[in-house]
Nanobody
Framework: QVQLVESGGGLVQAGGSLRLSCAASGRTFSMDALGWFRQAPGKAREFVSAIRWKATTSFYSDSVKGRFIISRDNAKNTVYLQMNTLQPEDTAVYYC?????????????????WGQGTQLTVSS
């Protein structure tokens, strides 16, 4: 089992920045990648970004590419999502997820473990 705990959400004005953290514990050696998804009110959950745990490869959705940066600290078993130039449409609950095998990382069903989520609200 892998446990994931997100933190860093909050309220920020449009144009601002915020960094989310996701701390993993448990069988972290089994992780192949960590990803971020988000779900806005009334919408389906969508892929945001992902990073391989033992490689340098990272992935971004078109909606955040160039604004968000994903990184990881393997020593701390933590993945970060630096979010810049935030817009009201970025408002959502952000979820961290862990995949234990190589799969298309944009797909929710590629992930085996999920955190509880952290709320980001961007005011205009």
């Amino acid at each position: 089992q892998v446990q994931l705990v997100e933190s860093g959400g909050g309220l920020v004005q449009a144009g601002g920045s915020l960094r989310l953290s996701c701390a993993a514990s448990g069988r972290t050696f089994s992780m192949d990648a960590l990803g971020w998804f988000r779900q806005a009110p009334g919408k389906a959950r969508e892929f945001v970004s992902a990073i391989r745990w033992k490689a340098t490869t990272s992935f971004y959705s078109d909606s955040v590419k160039g604004r968000f940066i994903i990184s990881r600290d393997n020593a701390k078993n933590t993945v970060y999502l630096q979010m810049n130039t935030l817009q009201p449409e970025d408002t959502a609950v952000y979820y961290c997820a862990a995949a234990t095998s190589y799969n298309p990382y944009i797909r929710e069903d590629s992930y085996n473990y999920w955190g509880q989520g952290t709320q980001l609200t961007v005011s205009s």
